[in-house]
């Protein structure tokens, strides 16, 4: 009886849960502009070498995903790893669509699922102990 009354309640905040999925992930998206104009501004004005773009790239990431979950499952108590597996996941196809278009160009190889794996286990990291943390405040 408790497992019927579970999926029922599942089902009714089902809606509540894509919003937070939907909200972390324009949060990332944009966090992740914002990083990546201010990165290259900091290219333009300076004499870093282009060996240091790949891993910024990937902190700049990292930290959209992090500030993506922990603001978009703000008001969630449940389903972090899920909710952040899933920001993850949607920030980076949105981020490939977005930077792609802004290049020109499209390019699927090895890199875009690598990005789309990492983008989804941190994500899934993040939403853990971003529910966890929110549990333990209150």
Known sequence: MKKKAKVRELKTNTSPILKYILKGSLIALSVSLVLILVFAFILKFTNISDS?????????????????VF???????ELGLICGLLIGFIY?????LVFSI???SFSFDITLLTDIVFGAIIGAI????????KKSTN
């Not at 980076?92 to 490939?96: E, G, L, Q, S, V």
């Not at 993040?126 to 943390?133: K, L, Q, W």
Request: one cysteine or more.
């Open 102 to 104: 802004l290049n020109g």
């Open 71 to 77: 603001l978009g499952l703000k008001k969630s108590k």
């Open 126 to 133: 993040c939403g853990i102990i971003c529910v966890n943390i």
């Open 92 to 96: 980076t196809i949105m981020a490939f």
């Open 52 to 68: 240091i773009i790949m891993p910024v790239n990937q902190v700049i990431k990292g930290i959209s995903v992090f500030l993506g």
